[in-house]
């Protein structure tokens, strides 16, 4: 326990120059970008004057040098505070806060989705190499690969929602039903089924391919051999030797996919509704809203540098060749 202590607090001192960096890297980026939020205010209303666009730059600090809005940003930062959203009239830790959860809940079940079925395919068909049930799983997961996301999830609604009418078309609860206990999270369930799906389905073809090449290579190693040579059957050296070899590579893949799995989201939570922060973060880039996205991004540095401390802590776990350190 002191060990696994002691790594969890290097590990978080190692994190806080790379988020920190991050966070310089994220507000340059932004300031970038033409316009900021006073223009769009100003293009709403139909057009601003100079000096109403000059109150309004200065309102949101806007008007200062560029190294005066980052030192502020970082001492912010520091403060725990990521500032306010103007366009949204609120604070951005509340917004975030409000939002976080169902973007964690269409993340954990998209993963886990892919993540246990990929393995289940890949063995399948590592098992069953050259064999016809082969061809398929890959044929399939080839398709899911190079297919858009958000075709699949237009495919989705277009299929169970408006021609089946099987499942809700988008949103994460039906507006104005008045739901509470099992009935409320029964309804959740059934808005989560689409997105999840959709997001899922990309993730899970990485997933199939990637277990069946890891497991086609330890089935080469001499220890299999030797499990073998022993009189071992084909089904236990396949599940007590080669799979737990051949799911490390998955593990590795599972923390270096966790931003690419908030980038689709936004696909995702745009096409489907889904109020999460992938939707927040797509209509902070159009509105100029720099705080919240910001917010948006820093938050999403620290999901995927604690995503991978966990899964090094995982791997560990599995491999006892590996020692915390």
Do not use: C
């Amino acid at each position: 326990m002191p060990r696994l202590f002691g790594y969890l607090a290097r590990r978080v001192l190692q994190a806080v120059p790379i988020v920190l960096g991050i966070a310089v890297f994220n507000f340059f980026l932004l300031h970038l970008a033409p316009g900021d939020a006073a223009d769009v205010l100003a293009g709403e209303a139909g057009g601003a004057s100079e000096e109403y666009l000059a109150q309004m730059k200065a309102k949101f600090g806007l008007d200062q040098p560029l190294y005066v809005q980052l030192g502020r940003y970082l001492a912010n930062v520091a403060s725990f505070d990521l500032g306010f959203s103007f366009r949204h009239n609120m604070a951005v830790t509340e917004l975030i806060a409000g939002r976080l959860p169902a973007t964690l809940l269409l993340m954990v079940m998209a993963v886990a989705l892919a993540f246990v079925v990929g393995i289940v395919l890949g063995v399948t068909a590592a098992r069953h190499v050259r064999k016809p049930i082969d061809s398929i799983v890959s044929i399939v997961a080839l398709l899911a690969y190079a297919t858009p996301i958000f075709w699949i999830g237009l495919m989705m609604i277009l299929l169970f929602s408006v021609n089946l009418g099987w499942l809700p078309s988008g949103g994460m609860q039906t507006i104005g039903a008045d739901l509470q206990g099992a009935a409320y999270v029964w309804d959740i369930a059934q808005h989560l089924v689409l997105p999840t799906l959709t997001l899922a389905l990309f993730y899970l073809a990485l997933y199939t391919r990637l277990m069946r090449a890891s497991m086609l290579e330890v089935y080469g190693q001499d220890f299999v051999t030797t499990a073998r040579a022993k009189g071992l059957d084909e089904r236990r050296v396949a599940y007590r030797h080669v799979f737990r070899n051949a799911v490390l590579p998955m593990v590795t893949m599972l923390g270096l996919q966790v931003g690419s799995l908030l980038g689709g989201s936004v696909l995702v939570e745009t096409v489907f509704g889904w109020p999460g922060l992938g939707r927040l973060a797509f209509e902070a880039v159009f509105q100029r809203d720099h705080n919240l996205l910001l917010g948006i991004l820093l938050i999403s540095s620290l999901l995927v540098v604690g995503v991978n401390v966990l899964v090094d802590l995982v791997y560990a776990k599995l491999d006892p060749r590996i020692e915390l350190r």
